[in-house]
């Protein structure tokens, strides 16, 4: 078996609405080869080798924890012995890692060979733990997935998490959150400077002294009386405190250990009781939990260190943080709290003796949790929220020692200990005894109150041509508005209008700037072909959806052979809008996706054609449209009919001339309406959309230059080349100079008919190579294909020129063109022929947009519908 691609689709795709790998994988001549069954890997008999693959790899994921339902083994169509290899996956590097070892297993299993796996799953554990993420976000994450809040992680090697999009985001690492204040975490960490503030509020706190040497620390505890704590001063996870000490050389003891995790060491009264733990988030106290220390009970027959080894093996401990409870470790701090109960760790404990093993009762040091929410008395439960609030946190975990939660501290001599910042909430959800609390939601809910929202409105625009252009339109009326928009297209990201990242910008990674950015109020993303193949969405859903058409371009790549494949991939879109579903009544496969709308998106249709059966069928029904009548825009449902602008004021139509920009703006006027924006305030913003080069680069952007004109574009298909024709035939010209190349990864066919469609449409020809990218052809192949193409329809070849540099074939068809020409460049390097151009413009500024006032009078009426 040959491995010919791997790629992860973080977001909704083509095979399932979760993350995916997806592999491609060569069977050669073993394609027909299949398994008997393998019950260790859980394989029942007659698997195909890919299907072998799929089921193993998430076999190995399961191994380590990680649960995957999707598995998928198909094959590629038109491509003999190839397979499509599918399955879920909760972290990247644990599935890339894992997928040769399938691959591996399945050949080892052909040959009649059962493989030793332990060390690869061992490497599998390891990278597992090292991904993973803690208790704490685990349950603030799945609270937001529950509540359908939008979640981003932000590396796959950190714990940082992002919950909703743009302005309304939010960040969490565990459960430290956007709102939680710096300068009050800093001043939880000092302990000292926590007493004081605590008792400034009037807060039960114990006496204490900061040491830096032993014999301060014996000092300190004489001056107190009584037992005393000896703990790191902004120490955490209940790391070097020692409880209870009265005698000197305990105290001594005590400072040299808690002087190992921090230069100062705090010495205070100890206060008897129990240990406590109050979560506070917001204002209010959410779970309590009464926190007994590492134990284990004496059977009179098994040591210490024999009755860990049993309590380590519950199920429910784990490493760090990974199960609710955590290992008990053996260590120097263990030794002394032994050393006080006259024991050590290879002495047997009497029967029924509990043994205590830390001093504290952190869940992080192997302590256990009993759930009391329901006992903390009122006015305990007042002290500790007042706790939190002087402090200045938004999630706090309050230490409260006691001899009973249930009755007000004042009257029992109680204490708040310590507040902590990043609390760790395992001890509420996973509780050893009581009830559990969704201490998870809980904080989200205090990040998103009841109404506030966690996302922004997504606009998703795809199809094969005007993707970009009607992007840019729904982005200037948004931003017209006064809306803050985050925008993506094939030639940048944009903020607001202003350009932040240049290049093709139509996949997950870019959607995922916008989406993260704090400014962003609204977004609006070009979604294409390529993006949905390779990464999948970087959205669960979108507010309105937009297929423009399907037209014959990018066939051959990713298993798309054909139109129907093209529309089943551009159907995502319609399938991912909750608001509204914009589609083109004209193109049937387009028109289908309504079908596959969600219930309760609305569907609107556009066209140019004020006639056609499918548009009447929707208004029929009931269903709203934009369309064009005569020269007017038109939005109707049922029988209402509302003109909204004339065409005639669009200047990016050129004055109607550029049907496929009309088409666009239709487009985009209905997805504006499907979003809830009124008709007037969008064709006014429309109005001021041209196609300049700094409002729309790269779509019919004009220069004069000289005597004569230039329209810049991105035309690349035949459709796309058609419609730019269509367009300069409609506009006053003397000859039509066409600048023409065409995407190396197409079908020779597909090359060839590009140049049939140049060739009948232009006077004079200057062929060009891709600009840097030739993508797997030769240097000048491209353009002999071209002119293989023009060659069928035209016999005079003395106006077709070759200049394979995009620049210098640019220069050539200025050097051509006289008085009068119409020069249209299509170009892969849109910026650069941008400021080639505006060095040649002269009489107008730089993109000046041809002024419609020029043309000829005489207008081609459609019947009216």
Known sequence: MQILETRILRGPNVYAATPCFLAVIDLGEHAGTRLPAHEAFDLPAGLQLAEAVAGLLAWLQRQVGHDVALTLARPVPRREGHWEVVAGYRHE??????????????AALARGEVPDLAADLARLRDLALRGAIGPSTRAIVEAAERLGIPVFRVTEQASLFQ???????????????????????????????????????????????????????????????????????????????????????QIRAAFELARGFRRRV????????????????????????????????????????????????????????????TFITLDDAAAQVLQRQQLTFDQVPARDQVVVLKENANLSTGGTAEDVTHLI???????????????????????????????????????????????????????????????????????????????VPVLAVTGT?????????????????????????????????????????????????????????????????????KRGLAFDQCDVGVVLNVADDHLGQHGAETLEDLAAVKALIARQATRAVVLNAEDPLVAAMAAQARPGAEVLFFSLDPHHPTLHAHLDAGGRAVYLRRRMVMLAQG?????????????????????HNVANALAAMAALLGLGHQGGAIVQALATFNSSAAQNPGRLNTFHVRDFQVLLDYAHNPAGYAAIIETARALPHRRLIGVV????????????????????????LVLRDMAGDLRGRATGEVPGLLLEGIRDVRQDLDHVHTVLDEHDAVERA?????????????AVDIHQRITQLQRHASGAEPGFTLNVTMLPEARERQPDS
């Not at 032993?214 to 505890?221: G, I, K, N, P, T």
């Not at 006064?482 to 932040?500: A, H, L, N």
């Not at 200025?814 to 299509?826: H, N």
């Open 639 to 659: 029988d209402h009919r509302l003109p909204l602008v004339e065409v005639d004021h669009l200047p990016c139509t050129l004055g109607g001339r550029a049907r």
């Open 814 to 826: 200025l050097a051509l063109a006289g008085p009068g020409d119409l020069v249209i460049v299509t």
């Open 93 to 106: 590097p644990l599935v890339d890692e894992a997928f040769p070892i399938a691959v591996a297993v399945t």
């Open 266 to 325: 705090l010495v205070e009264s100890f206060v008897e009781g129990r240990d406590y733990r109050v979560l506070v988030v917001g204002d209010q106290v959410v779970a309590a939990a009464h926190r007994l220390p590492a134990q284990v009970l004496g059977d009179g027959a098994l040591t210490v260190r024999q009755l860990v080894e049993r309590e380590n093996t519950n199920p429910d401990r784990g490493e760090g943080h990974s199960k609710p409870m």
């Open 465 to 533: 041509n005007g993707k970009t252009t009607t992007t840019h339109m729904i982005a200037h009326v948004l931003q017209a508005a006064g809306t803050t928009t985050g925008t993506t297209t094939s030639e940048g990201i944009y903020i607001d209008g202003r350009e932040v990242q240049a290049g093709d910008c139509t996949g997950y990674w870019s959607a995922r700037t916008v989406l993260t950015d704090p400014a962003v109020e609204a977004a609006v993303l070009e979604v294409a072909r390529g993006g949905i193949f």
């Open 377 to 455: 008395h009122p006015a305990n439960a007042l002290a500790c929220v007042r706790a939190a609030r002087k402090i200045g946190l938004d999630v706090a975990g309050i230490d409260v020692v006691c001899k009973d939660i249930a009755v007000p501290l004042a009257e029992q001599h109680g204490a708040l200990i310590e507040v902590n910042a990043a609390p760790g909430i395992r001890m509420h959800q996973h509780p050893a005894k009581g009830e559990p609390h969704d201490v998870g939601a809980a904080i989200v809910a205090s990040l998103f109150p009841a109404g506030s929202p966690a996302r």
């Open 163 to 249: 919950l909703g999009w743009g302005k309304h985001a939010k960040r969490i690492q565990a459960t430290v959150t956007s709102n939680t204040c710096a300068i009050a975490t800093e001043i939880a960490q000092d302990k000292d400077l926590t007493k004081g503030l605590l008792a400034e509020a009037g807060l039960p706190v114990p006496r204490g002294h900061i040491a830096y040497s032993a014999d301060e620390a014996v000092e300190a505890a004489r001056r107190l009386g009584g037992p005393v704590a000896v703990k790191p001063l902004d120490g955490n996870q209940g790391k070097g405190v020692s409880l209870n000490l009265t005698d000197p050389e």
């Open 741 to 764: 190349g065409a995407p190396g990864d197409r079908y020779d066919a597909k090359i060839r008919e590009i140049g049939a469609v140049v060739g009948r449409g232009f006077d004079e």
